[in-house]
């Protein structure tokens, strides 16, 4: 079956960095597009980054741009987001997501807490 499992989530304060990981198994993972998003509490699920399957067009929300990354492994079946630059607005659960057939498909999340 489709199993997305995010990591990297953690604790850490205004202006630094995160580097999260989505790892993939049970479907090719490299010719899907692959996705991030993220929902904070008492908030609508959030767009923040879409990157295509050979990695080569990307997509960010606007919140995101310049300071948000979002790369892939094919060989390692895995998807990341650098996050740099964290403000305390960025805290959220952070969600990769893929979609098969009209299908989507939903990792647990990680926990990200942006504050000093």
């Known amino acids: 079956q489709v199993q997305l499992v995010e990591s990297g989530g953690g604790l850490v304060q205004p202006g630094g960095s995160l580097r999260l990981s989505c790892a993939a198994s049970g479907f090719p993972f490299s010719i899907y597009a692959m996705s991030w998003y993220r929902q904070a509490p008492g908030k609508e699920r959030e767009f923040v980054a879409r990157i295509s399957s050979t990695g080569g067009p990307t997509n960010y929300a606007d919140s995101m741009k310049g300071r948000f990354s979002i790369s892939r492994d094919n060989a390692k079946n895995t998807v990341y987001l650098q996050m740099n630059s964290l403000k305390p607005e960025d805290t959220a659960v952070y969600y990769c997501?893929?979609?098969?057939?009209?299908?989507?498909?939903w990792g647990q999340g990680t926990q990200v807490t942006v504050s000093s």
């Open positions: 997501k893929t979609q098969i057939w009209g299908i989507d498909y």
